[in-house]
């Protein structure tokens, strides 16, 4: 199965891991641990009346981790288009390679200049409804792409959509995760 690296653990990117790992990918979140959903309640997700922040991302990790996924705290210090993929560099010195890359770290952009991707009429980061951008298997999802109008359960959508693109490219049709 293809790998995929998803840079941010917030609502974006755990939801994208949990679909991902879920469908036997071999998916590693990086992160700081330090969303600002972290420091939230939220009152707005369909089914949950009310759900402190940390709440809600502690049960994300846990699921993520449920499915496979490995989630490590760190900082990221630099993106790389390869030939095969990405190259993703931790702070630490570590290197880490993937075929696809899902970048979810909130209102920062980190790496989209760096990767040379555009903006949006909205400032954000240029990316589809999918969150597909300009260069294949990169995807950028969440806040960053959104900047003037984002909740905590757009960007876990947008997290959803952004695993279903790459789900359904490397099955070769549409791919839907329904549970039954």
Same mark, same amino acid.
């Given at each position: 199965? !293809?790998?995929?690296?998803?840079? /941010?653990?917030?609502?974006? $990117?755990?939801?994208?891991?949990?679909?991902?790992?879920?469908? $036997?990918?071999?998916?590693?979140?990086?992160? @700081?641990?330090?969303?600002?959903?972290?420091? +939230?309640?939220?009152?707005?997700?369909?089914?949950? !009346?009310?759900?402190? $922040?940390?709440?809600?991302?502690?049960? %994300?990790?846990?699921?993520?981790?449920?499915?496979?996924? *490995?989630?490590?705290?760190? @900082?990221?210090? +630099?993106?790389?288009?390869?030939?095969?993929?990405?190259?993703?560099?931790?702070?630490?010195?570590?290197?880490?390679?993937?075929?696809?890359?899902?970048?979810?770290? %909130?209102?920062?952009?980190?790496? +989209? *200049?760096?990767? $040379?991707?555009?903006? @949006?009429?909205?400032? /954000?980061?240029?990316?589809?409804?999918?969150?597909?951008?300009?260069?294949?298997?990169?995807?950028?999802?969440?806040?960053?792409?959104?900047?003037? *109008?984002? #909740? =905590?359960?757009?960007?876990?959508?947008?997290?959803?959509? =952004?695993?279903?693109?790459?789900?359904? #490219?490397?099955?070769?049709?549409?791919?839907?995760?329904?549970?039954?």
């Amino acid at each position: 199965m !293809p790998s995929v690296i998803i840079v /941010g653990d917030g609502p974006a $990117g755990l939801s994208a891991a949990i679909f991902l790992a879920k469908n $036997g990918y071999d998916t590693l979140v990086l992160g @700081n641990n330090d969303s600002a959903t972290r420091y +939230a309640k939220l009152y707005n997700y369909l089914g949950i !009346p009310a759900i402190s $922040g940390t709440d809600y991302l502690d049960i %994300g990790r846990t699921q993520v981790e449920s499915f496979g996924g *490995r989630i490590l705290v760190t @900082n990221v210090s +630099a993106v790389t288009k390869t030939n095969s993929g990405f190259s993703v560099s931790l702070e630490d010195g570590a290197v880490h390679e993937c075929d696809f890359l899902v970048l979810a770290a %909130g209102a920062a952009k980190p790496f +989209a *200049r760096e990767l $040379g991707l555009g903006e @949006n009429e909205d400032g /954000g980061v240029d990316a589809d409804r999918e969150g597909r951008t300009a260069i294949p298997g990169l995807y950028y999802v969440g806040w960053a792409t959104r900047p003037k *109008r984002t #909740q =905590a359960i757009i960007s876990a959508g947008e997290g959803a959509a =952004a695993a279903l693109s790459i789900l359904s #490219q490397e099955k070769g049709n549409d791919f839907h995760d329904f549970d039954s």
